[in-house]
């Protein structure tokens, strides 16, 4: 993260256990294990990316159970007066938008999505505080313009056809067992329904936070993996949304507050690049706009 001192990052892990073990009286989870990147001997990392991909492979059973319950239009679940789910306005888990929705095609869900931010930049409601609102305001209408019919366009075989996804699947959103095996999923109370390309297409879960934050837009080896297991399990469909490139990732993912601008920039040229539209010098292309 930006804001945090780079002299601290060693100890984020280990110091708060070593307190609270300290302290009696206070619950604490149980510790498997963790890593420094200043120990040469860390062998943390090697055990982790053998139970990620445990978990991944639970992640695409997940997937395949959710693509069996489409829904007609994309937006927030709630209850109707009778108890039962009724697709409602899109959320945004990050920022309070205006009500918008629900969505009948995946162009008007992800034109809207990027419209309302858009809207609210340029009324100076959003990214004011950071004065970064030229670039915040060109990374939405990139989204709008550029990326929002790009993803639509991949919507052809299920146009109509919305699945529930968890916007906020970073991973801290599963329990698992002693075994990695998955007990439950928690915090879905900003979930929504969306287009396949969105359900089944890289997310958190599979990213690249240095990526992310960087022009070096792509795949990760956990998109690739869990592409896999998906094509392995019999639905090479939703494989192709997986493995197809990370533009919806970068689309849902938008722009973090409180970035350095190198970062924004950095930011910015990714998600250009993951429009096809390779930017070498991204100080220029925000001058032409």
């Known amino acids: 993260m930006s804001n945090f001192p780079s002299l601290l990052a060693n100890f984020r892990t280990n110091l708060p256990r070593r307190v609270l073990e300290d302290i009696k009286g206070i619950p604490t989870a149980k510790f498997f294990g963790y890593g420094l990147a200043s120990d040469a001997e860390n ?21 395949i159970e959710i693509s069996k319950h489409p829904f007609p239009k994309a937006g927030s679940l709630i209850l109707d007066d009778d108890g039962d789910l009724e697709v409602s306005a899109v959320s945004d888990c990050f920022v309070s938008l205006g ?56 919507e052809k075989e299920k146009p109509s056809s919305f699945y529930l996804k968890h916007v906020n699947d ?8 002693e075994e990695y095996t998955t007990t439950g999923i928690i915090d879905w109370q900003l979930a929504r329904t969306v287009p396949a390309c969105e359900a089944f297409g890289p997310s958190l879960i599979t990213a690249s936070l240095d990526n992310l934050y960087s022009k070096d837009a792509g795949l990760t080896d956990d998109d690739v993996f869990l592409a896999q297991q998906l ?17 919806v990732r970068r689309f849902m993912f938008g722009l973090a ?17 993951a429009c096809g539209e390779e930017c070498i010098d991204i100080e220029s292309w925000i001058a032409k706009q």
Do not use: N, W
Not at 47 to 60: F, G, W
Not at 233 to 246: I, S, T, W
């Open 43 to 63: 062998l943390v990392d090697i055990s982790y990316t053998i139970q990620k991909q445990h978990v991944l492979s639970q992640v695409a059973d997940i997937l």
């Open 99 to 154: 009500r918008h929705g629900p969505c009948d095609t995946a162009l008007d869900y992800f034109t809207s999505m990027a419209e309302q931010h858009v809207d609210v930049i340029a009324d100076g409601q959003e990214y004011f505080q950071y004065l970064r609102l030229r670039e915040a305001y060109l990374c939405f209408r990139t989204l709008r313009d550029q990326a929002g019919p790009e993803l639509a366009a991949r």
């Open 170 to 177: 970073k991973g801290d959103h599963l329990l698992v067992d």
């Open 231 to 247: 094509e392995v399990k019999g639905r090479a469909e939703l494989a192709k949304y997986m493995g197809v490139d990370e533009l």
């Open 257 to 273: 507050s409180g970035l350095y601008r190198s970062e924004i920039l950095g930011v910015l040229g990714g998600l250009l690049k």
